[in-house]
Nanobody, 124 residues
Framework: QVQLIESAGGLVQAGGSLRLSCVASGRTFSSYTMAWFRQAPGKEREFVAAIRWSGDTTRYADSVKGRFTISRDNAKNTVDLQMNSLKPEDTAVYYC?????????????????WGQGTQVTVSS
């Protein structure tokens, strides 16, 4: 069992930056592929970024490529999402997700564990 807790999001102006962090419980964090998803009001949940358990593969949604960076620190059991050049359309609740030793999948249904979500609002 893995528990995921996201850091607080926030309100930021367009063009600004924000860093989200997700801390995982347990001693086997290094064996979990981690991902970030988001859901805007009235929209489906969508994939944002993923990092494979081995750390050798990352994947990004086209909408965030070049602006967002996912990283992990196995010593601290954390996965971060650095978000730069934020746009109003990045406004959403962001969720951290985990799956045991999988590829960096982009389908939400592939992930077994989810955080509670954190709100990110980008003002224009």
């Amino acid at each position: 069992q893995v528990q995921l807790i996201e850091s607080a999001g926030g309100l930021v102006q367009a063009g600004g930056s924000l860093r989200l962090s997700c801390v995982a419980s347990g001693r086997t964090f290094s064996s979990y592929t981690m991902a970030w998803f988001r859901q805007a009001p009235g929209k489906e949940r969508e994939f944002v970024a993923a990092i494979r358990w081995s750390g050798d593969t990352t994947r990004y949604a086209d909408s965030v490529k070049g602006r967002f960076t996912i990283s992990r620190d196995n010593a601290k059991n954390t996965v971060d999402l650095q978000m730069n050049s934020l746009k109003p359309e990045d406004t959403a609740v962001y969720y951290c997700a985990a799956r045991w030793r999988s590829n960096a999948n982009i389908q939400g249904d592939d992930y077994s564990y989810w955080g509670q979500g954190t709100q990110v609002t980008v003002s224009s």
